[in-house]
């Protein structure tokens, strides 16, 4: 059966894509199964500088999913390039989309920049929506003038299909939506994590050491499908 799907300029042998974040940058899960199944996948948030994330505990269960807040721990933009996509390429052969985190509009510019003169990246998927990140990140995906902004210096800088992953934690999406469509965006990544937390009785203190974190899970599938529509 043919199941092949066009993904702006990039075609996929399926519709199938782990979202960024679950996937890490893909080699570790290929010890599990054969990867190259999936469509394609988006690895890990990453920015310029190697971040630590946020302080542990950073997971926790809840009732129709569980809550992140990892922070975007990743060993940054150079070495994900130099060191994790080569290691990829070893055991998928599929068009790869590259999840590019920031805190400033140039710091995105300049790893979209460095993503962009990978052979190892396909597609760039700009994330201006992460709930678990303080001074950034979300901020930018909260209002349609900041997301038209980055957005658009973004595209300047970029010859690759680039995508927008939007937040749902927002009163209307349609207009961050719209404002990265007018800035230049190929398409838009509905959606990333609520935002949410959970008490340990206890202690009567959060159970995330963020204090709030990101819900996934089956709870957040209704919510993205009205985003979509």
Excluded: W
């Amino acid at each position: 059966m043919d199941m092949s799907v066009k993904l702006c300029s990039i075609t996929l042998d399926n519709p199938v894509i782990a979202a960024s974040g679950c996937f890490g940058y893909g080699a570790e899960m290929a010890q599990f199964y054969d990867i190259n199944i999936l469509g394609s996948f988006s690895f890990k948030g990453t920015t310029k500088e190697a971040r630590l994330g946020n302080d542990c505990p950073r997971i926790a269960e809840c009732s129709g999913g569980m809550l992140n807040a990892v922070g975007l721990q990743n060993p940054g933009i150079d070495k994900v390039l130099r060191e994790e996509l080569p290691a990829l390429r070893k055991v998928f052969t599929k068009p790869v989309i590259a999840n590019i985190g920031g805190f400033s509009e140039d710091e995105y510019v300049y790893c979209c920049q460095k993503a962009e003169e990978c052979e190892n990246v396909d597609m760039i998927e700009l994330n201006i929506s992460c709930p678990n990140v303080h001074n950034g990140s979300m901020s930018f995906g909260t209002d349609p003038q900041s997301t038209y902004s980055v957005v658009s210096k973004v595209r300047k800088a970029l010859k690759k299909p680039l995508a927008v992953k939007l937040t749902p934690n927002i009163t209307d999406i349609t207009e961050t939506a719209r404002a990265a469509q007018d800035a230049g965006a190929d398409a838009l990544t509905l959606i990333n994590t609520l935002l949410g937390m959970r008490f340990d009785l206890r202690r009567r203190m959060p159970l995330l050491a963020n204090t709030t974190g990101g819900l996934s899970g089956p709870a957040v599938f209704p919510v993205a499908l009205a985003a979509v529509y």
